[in-house]
């Protein structure tokens, strides 16, 4: 496994799919921190400066769900890249902050994979 620059913060309510994002993270060869939900991953973020990539569920509980986490993230922190997902909801460019990527759940997790390398690779 190549060990590549970059956190990435995997923000899913659900355990055993946030856990399966992790392993997909740290295979690709990034650091992976993880939080069930926005209020979470916002303290996260709030501490850590060295999250590079943001990799957040749509549909989750609590103060907002991973869209408006998305939207929020891109306005307080700009450089941090942005992936979405979703198993209810298909969401094109014009739904997604700038810059951000959108897959439907179930996703390929080469593809996951691919968008992260590339992506942190800027």
Known sequence: MTKRDGVVLIVEDEALIRMGAVELVKSA??????????????????????IRLVFTDVDMPGTMDGLKLSRYIRERWPPVKLIVASGK??????????????????YLEHSIAHAIIHMLAD
């Open 89 to 106: 909801a298909i969401l094109d460019q014009s739904h997604l902050p700038e810059g951000a990527r959108f897959f439907p759940k179930p």
């Open 29 to 50: 060869g990034f650091e992976a921190l993880e939080a069930r939900d926005a209020d979470e991953a916002i303290r996260l973020l709030e501490v850590r400066t060295d």
